[in-house]
């Protein structure tokens, strides 16, 4: 494997998930002009930020810089936006895949948005893709994931028709240094750009059908309202929902429970219970459940009914990692179990 973006916040993650991988081995980093010719460990220097060591055999690796030949099948990317887009598709034009965590193509006609568990058929749009033996698969903006993956399991059984939705998202996404302390520190930031439009329109398309045209998104009403909070890690969201069958609390209780689609395949990075329903009053938190699953489990709780629309709960992920590099890692072990590798 190969990591475009290898020295940033998201890189590093890719850098630690991927250190015992059964399948994957991290054989080559890229980063910018800056860090190119340099062995990782030089590259990174004093910004690994990871409580765990920086291993060592990724430490030797010499940085290539942004567009050089690469040799590895897949590439995970965790670019900048203000360059992803131009390199992504350069290394999915030259037969590479490309497992992007950037934003850049989400929403394109033929780039498949994918969470495993989710929507893994919209995987067969990588066969429209105009690059041949290449491609391009994106994961979900780390807030959108969240949603997204609470909203599956209830849209399959009873029809999804409304939804609002208010974040709380940790300071960790936005990268490093991310919000300077002064702005985030016993403070709410009730805004981070772009972030409302794209858990919309992120989430219609990944709730969506494919059909002949392409991707038909979900037609329910879907309203956000995102805010930054002085957490460290894990994006928490409020929500409440309107559903076309009207059902009971234990019909929720056992579509979340039953809600397993990965399970026989035995993914590295799947958790074997992908979204956990706590009947706990004050749970999920970030402090308690934000690790949940190695970081791949979405925990949901406060389950109960509203008065506006049919029921609320709150859900909560890791963002850098179910939210992020864990996301792109998930989207290559499905890749490789459909002989795409």
């Known amino acids: 494997m190969a990591i475009l973006g290898a020295t940033g916040t998201v890189g590093q993650r890719f850098i630690q998930l991927l250190e015992n991988h059964p399948w994957f081995e991290v054989a080559e980093v890229v980063a910018s002009d800056q860090s190119?010719?340099?062995?990782?460990?030089?590259?990174?220097?004093?910004?690994?930020?990871?409580?765990?060591?920086?291993?060592?055999?990724?430490?030797?690796l010499k940085v290539k810089r942004a567009g050089a030949p690469l040799r590895s099948k897949i590439l995970f990317s965790s670019l900048d936006a203000a360059v992803a887009g131009e390199v992504e598709a350069h290394y999915a034009a030259a037969g590479h895949l490309v497992s992007s965590n950037a934003r850049n193509h989400r929403m394109e006609a033929d780039v498949p948005l994918v969470i495993p568990e989710v929507n893994r058929d919209h995987l067969e749009m990588l066969d429209r893709q105009k690059y041949r033996g290449?491609?391009?698969?994106?994961?979900p903006n780390c807030s959108t994931i969240v949603l997204a993956m609470a909203l599956a399991p209830l849209h399959r059984a009873f029809g999804v028709e409304q939804v609002l939705v208010t974040t709380f998202q940790a300071a960790s996404g936005a990268g490093y240094p991310g919000v300077p302390s002064l702005d985030i520190l016993g403070n709410v930031v009730p805004y981070i750009s772009g972030e409302e439009a794209k858990m919309e329109s992120e989430t219609h398309k990944i709730l969506g059908r494919v059909t002949k045209k392409g991707?038909?998104?979900?037609?329910?009403a879907l309203s956000a309202n995102c805010h930054r909070?002085?957490?460290?890690?894990?994006?928490?969201?409020?929500?409440?929902?309107?559903?076309?069958?009207?059902?009971?609390?234990?019909?929720?209780?056992d579509a979340i429970r039953t809600f397993r689609p990965l399970a026989k395949l035995a993914l590295p990075s799947a958790?074997?219970?992908?979204?956990?329903?706590?009947?706990?009053d004050d749970r999920p938190q970030?402090?308690?459940d934000v690790d949940r699953a190695g970081g791949m489990g979405v925990t949901m709780g406060r389950l109960r009914p509203c008065d506006v629309l049919d029921w609320k709960f709150d859900a909560l992920a890791h963002n850098v990692i179910r939210g992020a590099a864990g996301a792109a890692i998930l989207n290559a072990e499905i890749l490789a179990v459909e002989g795409r590798l």
């Open 134 to 139: 290449g491609g391009i698969v994106t994961n």
């Open 286 to 288: 970030p402090r308690l």
């Open 229 to 253: 909070v002085p957490v460290l890690d894990g994006h928490l969201v409020a929500v409440s929902v309107k559903m076309s069958r009207k059902p009971r609390r234990r019909s929720i209780a």
């Open 215 to 220: 991707i038909e998104p979900a037609d329910f």
């Open 36 to 60: 190119a010719g340099k062995s990782y460990a030089e590259a990174v220097g004093s910004r690994w930020k990871l409580p765990t060591a920086l291993p060592q055999a990724a430490g030797r």
């Open 271 to 280: 958790p074997d219970q992908p979204v956990l329903l706590r009947d706990e």
